[in-house]
């Protein structure tokens, strides 16, 4: 039980890493964006984020995994990181979270 609660606090920290990130054309974060499609934590300390962008052409399709790769890399006890860009399902406004919704004044 200490593993999952170890492993637990690992994906809190990467999530409130991953909320510093914002979109560059809308003004909220990635994860309450629903970019983040996925957060998987071996007990190595390796993290593999699945995530996705707003579209295929957006930007920041080189620059933003990097940029994750990098800020999940801080998170204290994560050795490595693996970011997945898919497109699979496509992004699509429903992923926003009420945060997001309510930033953006769709709420």
């Known amino acids: 039980m200490?593993?999952?609660?170890?492993?637990r606090e690992l994906e809190d920290r990467i999530v409130e890493e991953l909320r510093q990130i914002?979109?560059?054309?809308?003004?909220?974060?990635?994860?309450d964006l629903g970019l983040i499609y996925g957060i998987d934590i071996e007990s190595s300390g390796k993290?593999?984020?699945?995530?996705?962008?707003?579209?295929?052409?957006?930007?920041?399709a080189e620059t933003l995994p990097v940029d994750i790769k990098e800020a999940v890399e801080r998170v204290r006890g994560i050795t490595q990181a693996e970011v997945i860009l898919t497109f699979d399902p496509p992004w699509?406004?429903?992923?926003l979270s009420d945060e997001a919704m309510l930033e953006l004044g769709l709420l």
């Open 2 to 7: 200490a593993g999952s609660n170890h492993i």
């Open 92 to 95: 699509n406004k429903d992923m």
């Open 47 to 60: 993290a593999t984020i699945t995530m996705t962008l707003t579209a295929p052409n957006c930007p920041v």
């Open 22 to 31: 914002f979109d560059p054309e809308i003004p909220v974060n990635i994860y």
